[in-house]
């Protein structure tokens, strides 16, 4: 799918924006989330990035919210809130403010397009020396990353000169060391011969500048159909991040290269195709019990104004909150249409649509908390009394889903330590153990 181009005439800013196990690996990680998990990614063109892009992202979005939405009561109507509208609002406003972006990825992809070598070449510098300096003055995002151009024979050459200059310009800025939770992503794969040539060079490179095995992370994205299922018929994806020997903690569905793939119309094209259902669950039934973070696609409707300029009039200025609002509620409801699947994570493209994002995930926590909180107190009830009859607590897995549930909540702020303590009976610190059964012991102690 081709890029979209997105100006800010109020702030100056251009934003070009892309929908776009071995045995005894780090893999294995049954059905735990040991780290903290985010809930969007940002892409953007790495002929724009800066270390400013991120705040600049989110005070686009908190003007718009605060333009649209001044109050919970309005916002409530826009998103068609059935409960917690107050708690959402506020939330909402406030990620704006303090961490708009979690995830951002510099793209030299689809949202980069094809350059001179020279041009690519002194973008993946800059870029690189860029995010250097945000983490150096502590505005770097929580996650953080590049994207290269695809490993196949047609592109090979550039995407691995992009990431040797990117890798080695960003670990002479740092003193060779790697901002935390960094990722390198590698789009378009289709066997699992490029994944292996891209970890050779990674560990090339990480020899040359004295980085541990295996510290350079990458993820993967899922948008051809033979990443799911080869030329011979067998299941691929599994050997795919097999490939990857223990580098790969995610992978990334792209919807529209994926149906495009499949032949499917562009005009039913769609995040909600059937076959992208099918497609999530076998990423989801592969990646998730070996601790894969996933993240689905995008929402290409752009929750954008129609109508630029001081001097609007009341049909004008009625016309842009349609507009708005409308591409909120698509992005909202793919959002949670995302996360009822099981996918935590997906793309955002434009910094309107960092609005839509935190109110479907802080909107989805909210409403399921309750429900959730039963179902695990009554877990732990059932753990305990199967210890004090000598017996075997089986519904350990469905109850560590639950555990994650709220691991995930309170990491994308909705919910608040005590908020989490009231509702389950459990510290934060108590969830974040290694298994339901460490979880339920410490309990009992």
């Not at 973008?123 to 983490?135: G, K």
């Not at 050459?157 to 790697?178: C, P, Q, V, Y």
């Not at 992208?276 to 070996?290: E, G, K, V, W, Y």
Request: glycine content about 8%; aromatic content about 10%; some cysteine.
């Amino acid at each position: 799918m081709s890029k979209t181009v997105l100006n800010d005439g109020d702030e100056g800013v251009q934003l070009i924006l892309r929908d776009t196990k071995q045995k005894g690996s780090k893999n294995e990680k049954a059905h735990s989330l040991p780290d903290r998990s985010p809930v969007h990614v940002v892409y953007g063109g790495a002929d724009l990035f800066t270390a400013a892009t991120p705040k600049k992202l989110g005070d686009i979005a908190l003007r718009t919210l605060q333009t649209y939405t001044p109050n919970f009561k309005t916002f409530a109507e826009a998103f068609e809130l059935p409960g917690h509208a107050a708690a959402v609002y506020e939330r909402t406003k406030r990620k704006l403010e303090t961490e708009p972006v979690e995830d951002f990825r510099i793209d030299f992809e689809d949202g980069y397009g094809f350059r001179a070598d020279a041009e690519e070449d002194a973008d993946a510098d800059r870029a690189a020396r860029e995010l250097a300096a945000s983490l150096k003055s502590g505005s770097i995002t929580a996650f953080s990353g590049f994207r290269v151009k695809s490993y196949s024979a047609e592109t090979r050459d550039r995407a691995k000169r992009t990431l040797n200059i990117f890798l080695e310009s960003l670990l002479e800025s740092t003193g060779h060391k790697l901002p935390s939770n960094f990722v390198v992503t590698l789009p378009k794969v289709t066997e699992k011969k490029e994944v292996s040539a891209f970890c050779r060079d990674l560990k090339k490179i990480e020899k040359e500048h004295r980085l541990k095995k295996g510290s350079v992370k990458i993820e993967i994205m899922v948008e051809h159909p033979l990443a799911l299922i080869d030329k011979k018929g067998n299941f691929a994806l599994r050997g795919i991040v097999e490939a990857a020997r223990g580098r790969c903690v995610a992978a990334h569905f792209g919807a529209y290269d994926y149906t495009a793939a499949l032949g499917i119309a562009a005009s039913y094209q769609d995040i909600g195709h059937p076959s992208c259902d099918f497609a999530r669950q076998m990423m989801l039934a592969a990646l998730t019990p070996f601790g894969i973070r996933l993240s689905d696609s995008v929402t290409t409707q752009m929750p954008v104004a129609e109508h630029k300029g001081e001097k609007l009039s009341s049909k004008q200025k009625a016309e842009n909150k349609a507009a708005i609002v409308a591409g909120w509620r698509t992005h909202f409801q793919n959002v949670t249409r995302s996360m009822s699947q099981g996918f935590y994570q997906s793309w955002d493209l434009h910094p309107n649509q960092l609005v839509a994002r935190y109110a479907a995930v802080y909107g989805f926590f909210l409403e399921n908390m309750d429900g959730q909180a039963a179902r695990l107190r009554a877990f732990l009830r059932k753990s305990t009394q199967a210890t004090l009859t000598g017996n075997a607590f089986d519904d350990a897995a469905t109850a560590m889903g639950i555990v994650n549930f709220f691991k995930r909540g309170f990491w994308s702020g909705a919910f608040t330590e005590d908020e989490t303590k009231k509702a389950t009976g459990l510290t934060v610190a108590e969830l974040n153990g290694k298994n339901f059964g460490e979880i339920a012991e410490g309990k009992r102690g």
